[in-house]
């Protein structure tokens, strides 16, 4: 189990949050992965920041852009640049538990897993309140995670070996959503490691923040994404909302 681990980190204005955030990975007890960085062409005064987290550690990597092209984009750029067998996702507001990726990756290899996702727990953004964890089931595969988006993209990690090749797909948001389809429809369903491994900030500017807009978002994706039908779209789109509600109040 030393495999190397790619971590995938888009940046834009977190100088706010960049630090705790790389700080968890540094203290990750799997010491055998890369972290990418990429700055999508930030306004806050973040570049000096940024180059000292990468003169900290000689695994970070940071890529300065010359202009904003959105974080599906940005992501790419990275997957592109990533040199491990695993991809791995991190939002720089995000933070893991120091013993992520040991135990996921040891999951993985165990049960000869693709792709896994794990539990989370979402937390205020000045982290001082945590919420109701998010729970990972065991399984999941295309037509169930049409109904219930419940994969967190900071716990998934994926063996690029098994998968091949892929990319975020070019949409203005729920791209990650469009991903995990993309690598389901490839016939590999996502696992869950029931446990929670990492912890999701909410703020202001976030989708679990402004549910009309994650709503809205889902529906473009089953419609102009995925090709489906209005009426299967209904039903999808009533599951995922009924999921949704359910998650909040457990």
Same mark, same amino acid.
């Given at each position: 189990?030393?495999?190397?681990?790619?971590?995938?980190?888009?940046?834009?204005?977190?100088?706010?949050?960049?630090?705790?955030?790389?700080?968890?990975?540094?203290?990750?007890?799997?010491?055998?992965?890369?972290?990418?960085?990429?700055?999508?062409?930030?306004?806050?005064?973040?570049?000096?920041?940024?180059?000292?987290?990468?003169?900290?550690?000689? =695994?970070? =990597?940071?890529?300065?852009?010359?202009?904003?092209? &959105? %974080?599906?984009?940005?992501?790419?750029?990275?997957?592109?640049?990533?040199? &491990? =067998?695993?991809?791995?996702?991190?939002?720089?507001?995000?933070?893991? =538990?120091?013993?992520?990726?040991?135990?996921?990756?040891?999951?993985?290899?165990?049960?000869?897993? %693709?792709?896994?996702?794990?539990?989370? *727990?979402?937390?205020?953004?000045?982290?001082?309140?945590?919420?109701?964890?998010?729970?990972?089931? +065991?399984?999941?595969?295309?037509?169930?995670?049409?109904?219930?988006?419940?994969?967190?993209?900071?716990?998934?990690?994926?063996?690029?070996?098994?998968? &091949?090749?892929?990319?975020?797909?070019?949409?203005?948001?729920?791209?990650?959503?469009?991903?995990?389809?993309?690598?389901?429809?490839? &016939?590999?369903?996502?696992?869950?490691? +029931?446990?929670?491994?990492?912890?999701?900030?909410?703020?202001? *500017?976030?989708?679990?923040?402004?549910? /009309?807009?994650?709503?809205?978002?889902? /529906?473009?994706?089953?419609?102009?994404?995925?090709?489906?039908?209005?009426?299967?779209?209904?039903?999808?789109?009533?599951?995922?909302?009924?999921?949704?509600?359910?998650?909040?109040?457990?």
């Amino acid at each position: 189990m030393n495999n190397l681990v790619s971590i995938i980190t888009p940046f834009y204005n977190s100088s706010k949050f960049i630090e705790e955030c790389v700080n968890s990975i540094l203290l990750q007890s799997y010491s055998n992965w890369e972290l990418l960085i990429v700055d999508d062409c930030s306004d806050d005064n973040s570049k000096e920041l940024l180059l000292n987290l990468e003169k900290k550690d000689e =695994r970070i =990597r940071v890529t300065f852009l010359g202009d904003n092209i &959105g %974080a599906a984009k940005a992501r790419n750029i990275a997957i592109r640049n990533a040199k &491990g =067998r695993y991809i791995a996702f991190l939002d720089s507001d995000d933070i893991w =538990r120091g013993d992520k990726l040991e135990k996921q990756i040891k999951f993985m290899e165990k049960e000869d897993i %693709a792709f896994s996702f794990t539990s989370y *727990t979402p937390m205020s953004e000045d982290g001082s309140v945590s919420f109701a964890e998010i729970k990972a089931p +065991n399984k999941i595969d295309y037509f169930g995670y049409l109904k219930n988006t419940i994969i967190g993209c900071l716990t998934v990690v994926i063996d690029k070996e098994k998968v &091949g090749e892929f990319e975020m797909p070019i949409i203005k948001s729920s791209h990650d959503m469009a991903l995990w389809l993309l690598i389901m429809k490839r &016939g590999f369903d996502a696992y869950g490691l +029931n446990e929670s491994l990492a912890k999701y900030r909410i703020v202001s *500017t976030s989708n679990t923040a402004n549910k /009309w807009r994650a709503a809205k978002d889902v /529906w473009k994706v089953y419609r102009q994404f995925e090709k489906l039908s209005f009426f299967y779209s209904i039903w999808c789109f009533l599951n995922y909302a009924f999921n949704a509600i359910i998650r909040r109040i457990q």
